[in-house]
């Protein structure tokens, strides 16, 4: 029987574009003419979210899943034709609910001037990558001025990364972000960004862009659970403002009882002006005990935000995430059509999500 075509042969759209015969000059992103966002490294040079001794300290999730290089981004301008990508990726994270997009690749935004930055494709990672791999995307209109924007991957590990470009370019860094210190988000496997598409898609990747600001993403899948030691890690970080949203990992309304507000009160403590953005969680419920336990998990967290409001805090608001897929249940839909599975958003949540995030971010940061 003839061998069946692949998909690339068929559908143009589908076809990945290689390095063969092109000339690319690449540049590791930890030298100086780039600029990294969302990211440490580590004496071996391998990228983290936290030093890994406060990753090792909290739970053994949060320990595995600090390579994980979710909020990484790369700003650089270059006069370039096309760009390339070379990474070394110690795992590949593949997983029937998320796409390899998602977990492995890149994605290349640009822009001219001021403009918003626009979308160009993803860095698609092969099926099997072998450590790491390759690829090159071609920009419209040939050889231009442009700044570029590079979001990691969301769910594996990044051991380098070079950026390509064309011989004898220039690579100069980015605009900066508007904001000095960067935004916090904390929280679950949501806040790293699955089930988005890509890492550009993801609810606070979509919000730094809309709103030019920075980011760290310390979202750890089912291990953001509020242990003492990542509250007192955060609140010892610059930031602009902070995002609590861990209700996902939380086993029950009991341990959101024993950890919620003490969490929130080390933050607060030490950061008495920062703007704190409380949620809880999203998932669409199924039954009526489904229902009960949200319930009782949203009193709680309830039970923080009206104590700070006693104290007089007026720099804390609450987002009800019981609340945020209605509009799809609206529109005649299940609200868990906003997700893969019945709790991880597909990209039509984390859109539901930033917007309904970006609502007291604007208030409580005037933008």
Known sequence: ?????????????????????????????????FDIYGLLWDENGYFTRIPQAIADATNDGVKWLNRHTAGGRVRFIAETPYVAIRVKMPQEGRMPIMTPLCSS????????????????????????????????LYLPGGNRRREFLIHFPLYDAVDSLGIGVAPDVKIEG????????????????????????????????????????????LGWSGSGRGEQVMADYIAAQPMSL??????????????????????????????????????????????????ADNDARFREVCKTYENALRRGDKLVRLIDGRQIFAPVGQNGLAMGDA????????????????EAFAKPIQELLNL
Not at 186 to 197: D, F, L, P, R, V
Not at 253 to 278: G, M, S
Request: proline letters at 6%; a negative charge.
């Open 174 to 217: 980015g605009q900066k972000y508007r904001n000095d210190k960067p935004w916090l988000f904390y929280g679950s496997s949501i806040t790293q960004g699955g089930c988005a598409s890509r890492g550009g898609t993801c609810y606070n990747a979509l919000l730094s862009r809309r709103f030019n600001c920075d980011f760290r993403n």
């Open 105 to 136: 690749g890149f994605d290349l935004y640009f822009r001219e001037g001021d403009e918003p930055f626009t979308f160009m494709n993803g860095f698609m990672p092969p099926i099997v990558a072998n450590g790491g791999y390759e690829s090159l």
């Open 339 to 354: 997700t893969v599975d019945g709790c991880h958003p597909t990209d039509l949540g984390f859109l539901l999500m930033a």
């Open 242 to 291: 902070f995002f609590m949203d861990y209700d996902h990992n939380a086993p029950d309304a009991a341990h959101l009882a024993a950890t919620h507000e003490k969490f929130f009160l080390t933050v607060r403590e030490k950061n008495p002006d920062l703007p704190i953005i409380i949620a809880s969680r999203t998932d669409p419920m199924r039954t009526a005990a489904d229902v």
């Open 1 to 33: 029987m003839e061998d069946p075509k692949r998909i690339a042969d068929i559908d143009s759209h589908m076809a990945v574009a290689t390095l063969e015969g092109v000339p690319v000059v690449f540049h590791d992103v930890r030298k100086a003419l």
